[in-house]
């Protein structure tokens, strides 16, 4: 057993709660997303996003338009549909749920 | 001093040294390859090759002119390997190839396919030569030396070309080798350009993916429609491609005509044949013919000529080409013979009925009596 690999499954576990998390504040570049996801140092490599967000985006949870930058071309601009809203609404619920349990189980 | 080339990332352009054009070109062949079977593999892509293309932008504005190795190398780090990227995915991706492949022997085990990319009529040589290790000239000489002696394989190849499959996907082209299929091997295969990895119908229908039941029969008439474009295709070949089988064919039923007029049998095609004869054999008797006008028989002679002599001129303008390295043939030439030699068919055969009618008609053809094969000289 690997502790790496079990904390990398359980960052991977809380990938898309945190990216909805991130869009519910305030709609995002791809780049921006990347940059906070990193800080969390919840992904290592910016290739695990893409498919990621486009995954979200094809299940109608994600919408983007491309925004004009003052440098290079037009880039992807994220925020979170209504859909994605309802979404998040599920997750932060399952999330207070572990919460609770694993305090539970810790404090008992 | 290195070579550099242009390249257009994600809308913007780009001078890269040749040994990091060929990594980044790998990098994303790779990915390509893994994301193929993911919805939206395409917008993907985009994606990556946007944010490539934003990252090496950096690197010009700290003032590089060139895109290294080192840049290249950079950018993959930042934006992970393929095994980074998709995990346990990949590794167990991996294990999925060593165990169908535990044995080394059978990894590389050859299978026959037709060679796309190595093809001058149905790739048949070429899939041969790949499977044989042989050189394809030599094959396609051998080929062709067989067509010439043995009429047989004509058929036979037009048979092999319908049963053996072509290899459409990097590991079809790996196996027809007998190339071990292993990721870098197909990375390879697509850099070097054997495999287009676009969104066509062909990967669409090849892709892993499960298919549903309006998916499966769309892809049965696919399938269906392609084998009938393979047949026309082959009648077309015959004509246009390989004037060889086609001189062959011509000889062929000019020989059946003459075997038919011997033995004197079917009246209709015995007219056609005897009249074919007259015009080829001037010195025969041309009593029953010499009735009508000079131009209708200059006609007939034209058109007789231009019968046989289109496919004779394709199959030396072809083998010239071979030799010499002319250029092929313009498409609008193609067509224009193809068309001329069609319409010089059926006025030959139209003016051969026409004229070998009354000689059938005339002689009250029988096999002891008085008859014009006689007159023609052969031995």
Known sequence: ?108 | MKKTLTVNLGGTVFHIDEDAYQLLEKYLSNLRIHFQKEEGSDEIMNDFEQRISELLNDRIRLGYEVITLEHVEDVIKRMGKPEEIFGDDYTEERKEEFKTKADPQTAAKKRLFRNPDDRIIGGVAGGLSAYLGWDPTAVRIAMLLLMFFYFISIPIYLLLWLIIPVARTATEKLQMRGESVTLENIGKTVTDGFENVSNNVNDYINSGKPRSAVQKIADGFVAVVGFLIKVVGIFFAIILIPPVGFALIILVIVLFAIFIGLIGGSIGLLGGGLGLLYSLFPFADWSSVSAYPETTLIIATITMILAIGIPLFSLAYLLCGKLFKWKPMPTAAKWILLILWFVSVATTIVMGINFGWPIIDNQGWHWNSYHPIRHIRFW
């Open chain 1, 1 to 108: 057993m690997n502790a790496e690999n079990v904390k990398s499954q359980m960052r991977k576990g809380i990938l898309e709660y945190c990216i909805l998390l991130l869009l519910k504040k305030e709609p995002a570049y791809t780049s921006d997303i990347i940059q906070k996801l990193q800080e969390a140092k919840l992904i290592v490599v910016e290739g695990t996003l893409y498919p990621l967000l486009t995954r979200l985006k094809n299940s109608g949870l994600l919408g983007y338009q491309w925004v004009e930058s003052n440098q290079g071309p037009p880039r992807k601009y994220y925020r979170l549909t209504e859909e994605g809203e309802a979404f998040l609404g599920e997750l932060e619920n399952a999330w207070q749920d572990l919460n609770n349990t694993i305090n539970h189980i810790r404090n008992n």
